[in-house]
């Protein structure tokens, strides 16, 4: 049985969603820090696809594409020590209170 991210979809009758996606802030963000942290050498696109590979099904098919971007960004800089869980937890905790999230 091939791995969540390997099978290309389910089947379904229901027609392709071929709208336009408007990008949130926080997309553009994501996708910028992936270029940063390619550029300083600190990650590379087959360790962002290992990361989301490695998400549980549940969290794969539940997250959107730039969540998964988010979620193996965070599991590559834990792994390499650069930040920690406790760190990022931090932030996001001061990020919600501020914005009302």
């Not at 290309?8 to 071929?18: H, V």
């Not at 730039?66 to 193996?72: F, V």
């Amino acid at each position: 049985m091939p791995a969540v991210h390997d099978r290309g979809g389910l089947p379904t009758d229901e027609p392709i969603d071929r709208s336009d996606h408007q990008w949130e802030d926080w997309e553009h963000v994501t996708n910028a820090l992936v270029g940063v942290l390619r550029r300083q050498g600190l990650i590379n696109v087959d360790e962002l696809r290992r990361g989301i590979e490695a998400m549980a099904p549940e969290e794969y098919e539940s997250s959107s594409y730039y969540e998964r971007w988010s979620a193996s960004i965070e599991t590559l800089l834990v792994e390499k020590g650069i930040l920690t869980e406790a760190e990022i937890d931090a932030v996001a905790a001061k990020l919600d209170s501020e914005w009302g999230r």
